[in-house]
């Protein structure tokens, strides 16, 4: 296998920085807890000394009991100081990243920009706008073509194609032929089909107008003979 070479990455004075102040913070941490002990043995002794009437020993384990509480106090002002110095550092970082982000971003729209011609870009719109316009004048056109009556005589012939399609679709009706044989042969008895008698059987005609009426005739005299005396 050949040597592989890892680039190591560069520590910058911020880094090192971070690193100086996180490594104060543990130190800060730990001296803390062992001035929380220290706090603790003397409390505890000023009360065994108190119990023994070591008034004078008892006050003296109270006053460094007192001092540690200050020392504490102030240990945790210096820690509180490191850990704002820290943040204060990482926010600088990012928003000296994001800087550098937006310094990339800008030059990379100004190189893009630099590609455009404003003056083609104005003719493209005005190209655009007339394509629009003269669009709009054919719509205009065509929807005008028509006058309210060619719309009605439009709507007049689609009716009747509807209405001639309507019948086409409907099934025709079935036609029996009657050979000649079949009715010379069939029984007298039998009663023909309703649409043979109409065939057969003519009926006279309807009178429209009233008959009129006939005149009576002339009385005519009679003459009497004399009767034979």
Known sequence: MGNVFVKKPKITEVDKAILALKTQRRKLALFQQQLEKVIEAE?????????QKK???ALIALKKKKSQEELLKQVDTWQLNVEQQLADIELASKQKAV???LKTGNAALKSIQSEINIDDVQKLMDDTAEAKAY?????AALGEQLSAEDEEAVMAEFENLEAELSLESLPDAPITAVR?????????DTEAPAEDVDDVIEFPDVPVKAPKRPEAPEKTKVLEEPLPA
């Open 43 to 51: 409390k505890e002794a000023a009360r065994q000394l108190v119990q």
């Open 55 to 57: 008034r004078d020993r």
């Open 99 to 101: 800087l550098e982000s």
């Open 135 to 139: 669009q709009d004048e054919i719509n």
């Open 180 to 188: 000649p044989e079949e009715k010379t042969n069939a029984p007298a």
